[in-house]
């Protein structure tokens, strides 16, 4: 879904636009996902793993645009794609398709000014206005920042998943499942 750009002045004084992407994203997408990989243990892929074809880039980045119940949105900061987070559908059966899910990340650089609390005050917003009555996700065990921002944003912890992600260095980490009512 495409949906109106908003402009947010940050803690720093900086303004971020958060806006539907563009297919000319596409680059700089990809750039920034394998930035953020290598930055942040707390993803799901490695860095080598981030190695998109531009062509595929565009086509998600295009469907997402074009999907009725699904957004990406990037946090744009003096022209640079710092983040992005997205709200993805659980499908249309109708048991569970009042359910959606949730992702964030932002680069290092711009942690703690504000981007990730302002990106969700939106998106939710917008999942709210997409039908949805709850927004599920998963953080990765020891990701503190991003799993005390998920409860000041009224999620509960409804489970874990032991062993969830696996390293190269053959060590583990479990993952928290966490769930916010939109709609009671
Ligand atoms: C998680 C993430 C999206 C948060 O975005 P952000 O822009 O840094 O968040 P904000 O600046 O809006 O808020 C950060 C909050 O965390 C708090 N915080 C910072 N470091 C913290 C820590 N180690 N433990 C607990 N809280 C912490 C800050 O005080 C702030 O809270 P406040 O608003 O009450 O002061 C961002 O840090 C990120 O991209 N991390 C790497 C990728 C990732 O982990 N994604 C989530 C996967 S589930």
């Not at 009042?98 to 609390?117: D, P, Q, T, V």
């Not at 062993?163 to 980490?173: I, V």
């Amino acid at each position: 879904m495409v949906f109106e750009e908003k402009k947010v002045t940050l803690r720093d004084g900086r303004v971020c636009i958060l806006r539907s992407v563009e297919t000319k994203d596409a680059k700089d997408m990809i750039a920034y996902l394998r930035i953020v990989s290598r930055e942040t243990p707390f993803l799901l892929r490695n860095e080598d793993e981030a190695a998109f074809t531009l062509e595929a880039e565009e086509q998600l980045l295009e469907s997402k645009r074009n999907h009725p119940r699904e957004i990406m949105m990037a946090a744009e900061v003096e022209g640079i794609l710092a983040g992005n987070c997205g709200i993805v559908t659980n499908g249309d059966l109708r048991r569970i398709a009042h359910r959606c899910g949730f992702a964030i990340a932002l680069k290092e650089a711009y942690w703690n000014i504000g981007i990730g609390s302002a990106m969700m005050d939106y998106a939710f917003l917008l999942a709210k206005n997409m039908n949805y009555e709850q927004i599920e996700l998963e953080v990765v065990d020891g990701n503190n920042r991003a799993k005390s921002l998920y409860e000041k944003f009224g999620f509960k912890e409804t489970g874990k998943n032991f062993r969830a992600l696996k390293y190269d260095d053959g060590s583990y980490r479990d993952e928290y499942k966490m769930v916010k009512i939109l709609v009671e």
